[in-house]
């Protein structure tokens, strides 16, 4: 045993006499990697055993084409079942057993069967399983909107609410949930309103599709050769495809253009009007025209280049001021010990402690589960399905996909929670050691969160749990858990170099990282307000911008609200250091496990102490900037 590792048992054995569950170091990592790896090898030697069931999870996996399409059957036929009992129960004789229960059982009950249709369209490496998946998704969403729409459910529903003859504050939530769902299809309205608010919506919808259908259709690329693109990362050339000629193709969707614009030193434009005796290409191409030159004094001042080459300065000045060279980074981010070393994070943070199960059934041998604990009372909290390597016909990004919902039955037994993480990294290999970029550690921190979310929610209505909670607030616990990422703290917790994982990143380079993050903020909050002005004329930012037009529709503002969310609870977390437990607990309880049956806005306040505040984002931004 090493002096430093003498002083770190004495410093465990010091805290386990305090009763503080305390953050504990690469040595905690490594017992974990050590862990995973004889589960990984013991799940190798029972590949031929009979596959364990999850208790309490009804979600299925490895169904074949013709299994899909009977369960959708299955789904479409109770669903209408239950519609129709609840339809038929007279308005002076609703009650919460004959009306709210069975709509509130049936949403429990159908919701990981539904997923269960659904998923294969993800993961499957069949196509004809993928097929039947997305002709079941079809089938069920085009039912679920007839549900949505049908006016004498929600009169029955509707009758209740009225009568106000709630069980608790999570029922009367529920109930009023159930309600604006449906009037916010119009079932509120006159019939000939309703018919005409319908026919816009089935517009906008067709409209919809036609529009992602065309983004993901697009395949316009512009060829270069190698010298073309001098000063993009060679791994960044690797990936990129060949035309016919042997030119690379760079195409127009936004990974590739901004890779272009940061990284590429070619300026042929400008050393066409330097040969011309010209002192930029500005001052060429103005010089035939009325303005005659292009210097004007401004209030912002002039710039010595065109905003075309804004990326590419900034991350020039990057380079300048943090030397920070992210193909070293990469060397010290093994994916086994970052997940090692996540584990561990949220273990401490939340009381959070994740098994892995050996022979689960699984859609793929990469696929791995693992049962969720509480750690101080064992309970089983759920269950965690991380799929992150890439394969051919799988789901192309990065996302958390809810398999089952938290939710009471009507027994009082609860159903837990179970989640899915679809990533597309590359697996370990004799040439590849399985090698995380930073931005990928980023980004699996930021599921993570999401996975958290999701396990740790105790609502009783599957509607509102999970992740199907306030739009604005489903991104906080993700940004929360990506904040550290940026502290020295943890970035040595999940670093080792891949050659001798003992060595992680080293101070000065932890702290460059976090002053990193947040150089030229100003430009890049600039860059948020811009989505948020009105569209100019002659301008179509949806072209370049999708998610203004599907997804983020009048609501471009949810990614900064979420990071000033995160960053006071981020701030308020670790206010006295990071081996105190307690308000990671209490944001767990307080603000995770309610889900959307109580207001996410009240939940944080009540987390807090105070009403949230823009204090610590602010400080974060101006603190660790230039």
Known sequence: MTENEGKREKMENIKKTRGIIAFTGTAAVLAIAVNLVITAIKHQKGKNAKKKDLVGSNVRVNLSASEIVKLANQIIAKSNEVHNSVASVPLDKVTYANVISPLAELQAQQFPLIQSCLLPKLVSTREDVRKASAEAERR????????????????????????????????????????????????NLSASKREELLRIKAQIDELSIIYIQNLNDASA???????????????????????????????????????????????????????????????????????????????????????????????????????LDFSEIKQYLPISLVLSGIFKIVQDLFGLR?????????????????????????????????????????????CVVPLQNSALTISGTRQIPVALLISQYQKDSDCNPGLLRFSEVVSLFREFGHVVQHICNRASFAR???????????????????????????????????????????????????????????????????????????????????????????????????????????????????????????????????????????????????????????????????
């Open 140 to 187: 069920i969403d085009a039912h679920l909107d007839i549900c949505s729409k049908r006016e004498d459910v929600y009169l029955v529903v509707k009758s209740f609410a009225v009568r106000g003859d709630w069980i608790n504050a999570e029922t009367k939530s529920f109930v009023q949930i159930l309600v604006r769902d449906f009037e916010r299809n119009g079932l």
């Open 221 to 323: 690329f512009l060829p270069f050769n190698e010298a073309e693109l001098a000063g993009l990362p060679p791994e960044f050339l690797k990936g990129l495809d060949k035309s016919d000629n042997g030119q690379l193709k760079i195409s127009l969707r936004s990974h590739h253009v901004t890779a272009v614009l940061e990284f590429c030193k070619v300026q042929q434009r400008h050393k066409y009007a330097r040969l011309l005796g010209y002192s930029c290409y500005a001052e060429y191409a103005v010089d035939v025209r009325m303005a005659k030159s292009p210097t004007k004094k401004k209030e912002e001042g002039e710039f010595p280049f065109g905003i075309e080459d804004l990326l590419y300065y900034v991350k020039r000045v990057e380079e300048q001021n943090y030397d």
């Open 354 to 398: 994740f098994e892995e199960i050996a022979g689960a059934e699984v859609w793929h041998c990469d696929v791995r589960v693992f049962s969720v604990f509480d750690l101080s009372s064992s309970e089983l909290l759920g269950y965690c399905y991380l799929d992150l390597f890439s394969r051919e016909g799988k789901y192309g990004h990065s």
């Open 464 to 626: 509102v749990s999970g992740i199907r909670v306030d739009p604005d607030f489903v991104e906080i616990p993700a940004q929360l858990l990506q904040n550290c990422c940026y502290e020295s703290f943890f970035l040595k917790l999940i670093s080792g170099f891949h050659q001798d994982i003992t060595k992680p990143l080293k101070d000065d380079l932890c702290k460059s990282i976090k002053r990193w993050r947040n150089s030229s903020s100003a430009l890049k909050l600039k860059q948020e307000i811009l989505y948020c002005l009105p569209v100019l004329e002659g301008t179509n930012p949806a072209s370049c911008f999708p998610f203004s037009v599907v997804g983020y529709e009048a609501a471009c503002y949810s990614r900064i609200w979420s990071e000033v969310f995160a960053a006071d609870i981020f701030a308020t977390i670790f206010c006295n250091g990071v081996s105190n437990q307690l308000p990671g607990l209490q944001f767990r309880n307080k603000v995770l496990a309610p889900g959307g049956t109580k207001d996410s806005f009240e939940a944080i306040s009540d987390f807090l102490g105070r009403e949230p505040s823009i204090k610590a984002y602010i400080e974060n931004k101006t603190k660790y900037t230039l």
